[in-house]
């Protein structure tokens, strides 16, 4: 549905308010720095090109509580011109007016007007960490704007550079963090290759024994079926993990959502790398929670979670370590705490342990392998079913503690 927030009239001698107008409404309804300046900008195109065209038009702000384009939240610009047509036309020779708008604004449509003319609708959604907005409060920000006072020329510029000097400085950080970003991908195409490469040649090498040795005992065919069908075992694991990352990713996951109790699925997750468990002969101790919590979630996908932050503190924990896992609650929030005293992670990499392609990377290397895509997929797993992951450490060889959040079923509805 959306809100009518404001709306003032464009001609070549109000341009400058029109400017003022879209900083003041975006900055209040929450648009980030670059998202503002990319509103700013593209809503002026518009109205450069309405002028031109048309000599005076219109400009309308709303706020769309419940977008069908974005599934949330997003912030409209209107603009309308009456008796032209011309707006429709192709873009201008350098690439200025609604063509630029289209490239800055998130969605951009253009439509004709009741009684003749266009109308150009600039839609910018909001960021998914911006909080839901009731009506209550953007009838609180339409006040707010009501009192705010217009800005002198000097004023006017002066905020323009400042606005020019933010959007510079993060358009630098977004490109530094492509950056890194682009070097960790290739980091774990290199990766990815080395795992799939190992199986595939242990795979290979036996099909050739087995070609050149067709007189091959029994027991000596049975040993190599079964290094065969671990190997396929770990493929088969490994392409799961990237296509499970892929579809969480695009949010293509379906939670098949039922009563689910955690000391059972913590219990069963600890079963599932029982085997890793032994091979690197860890002490393991569990604290269950003293009664039945129940959560309201997906089951498989929820025992996936704790497998992974299990798996992932058992690889990164040198042979006989110790890995505790307990279970606390209140009364809505159930937490569950992964605690080892393996290899730790330094205060630089904290911010980015569930990030995609990242890796902790120290000087004991996990030998078991794996794409490091685990955390990843638990982050964002959890924040599927409203919960969320964090992680504890106090630097290299201090061990790490990762404590999932998940809320509680009401005690009757379990």
């Not at 090109?49 to 409209?76: I, M, N, P, R």
């Not at 907005?133 to 002066?158: C, F, G, H, M, Y």
């Not at 600890?270 to 032994?278: C, H, N, R, T, W």
């Not at 309201?296 to 110790?322: C, K, W």
Request: hydrophobic share 40%; proline share 3%.
């Amino acid at each position: 549905m959306r809100h009518r927030i404001l709306a003032t009239k464009i001609s070549a001698g109000t341009l400058s308010e029109a400017r003022q107008r879209s900083r003041q409404v975006g900055h209040l309804f929450g648009l980030e720095t670059l998202q503002l300046t990319r509103f700013i900008t593209a809503i002026l195109e518009v109205a450069r090109h309405t002028v031109q065209h048309a000599e005076v038009g219109t400009l309308a702000f709303l706020f769309d509580t419940d977008s069908a384009e974005f599934k949330g939240q997003c912030l409209v610009a209107q603009l309308s011109s009456q008796g032209s047509d011309k707006l429709a036309e192709p873009a201008e020779p350098d690439g200025s007016g609604i063509a630029a708008a289209r490239r800055l604004a998130d969605r951009l449509s253009l439509s004709s007007a009741a009684g003749g003319g266009s109308v150009v609708t600039v839609e910018m959604k909001l960021s998914r960490g911006h909080g839901l907005l009731t009506v209550k409060d953007i009838n609180a920000r339409v006040d707010e704007l009501a009192r705010q006072k217009a800005q002198s020329p000097l004023e006017e510029v002066e905020q323009q550079n400042r606005e020019m000097v933010f959007a510079l400085e993060e358009l630098r950080q977004k490109q530094l963090s492509l950056e890194l970003a682009d070097e960790r991908k290739n980091e774990f195409l290199a990766m990815l290759a080395h795992e799939l490469r190992n199986p595939l040649a242990t795979l290979t090498l036996i099909l050739e024994l087995i070609k050149r040795m067709p007189d091959m005992s029994a027991d000596q065919l049975s040993a190599r079926r079964d290094t065969m069908v671990r190997q396929t075992d770990q493929l088969k694991r490994l392409v799961d993990d990237l296509l499970d990352v892929a579809r969480v990713t695009k949010g293509k996951v379906k939670l098949q959502r039922a009563p689910s109790e955690l000391n059972g699925l913590v219990r069963g997750a600890m079963e599932m790398v029982s085997a890793a468990i032994q091979e690197r002969k860890h002490q393991v101790t569990f604290s269950a929670a003293p009664s039945e919590l129940w959560v309201y979630g997906d089951s498989a996908r929820l025992l996936q979670v704790f497998g992974n932050v299990i798996h992932n503190a058992t690889r990164y924990t040198p042979e006989h370590g110790r890995i505790d896992i307990a279970i606390r609650s209140d009364a809505n929030t159930a937490a569950i705490e992964v605690s080892d005293n393996g290899v730790g992670i330094s205060a630089e990499m904290l911010p980015q342990v569930f990030g995609l392609f990242v890796q902790v990377r120290e000087d004991a290397q996990p030998p078991s392998g794996g794409l490091g895509v685990g955390l990843t997929l638990a982050d964002r797993l959890l924040q599927d079913h409203g919960g969320r992951i964090s992680v504890k450490s106090e630097g290299r060889d201090k061990g790490s503690q990762f404590t999932i959040t998940l809320p509680l079923m009401a005690q009757a509805e379990s």
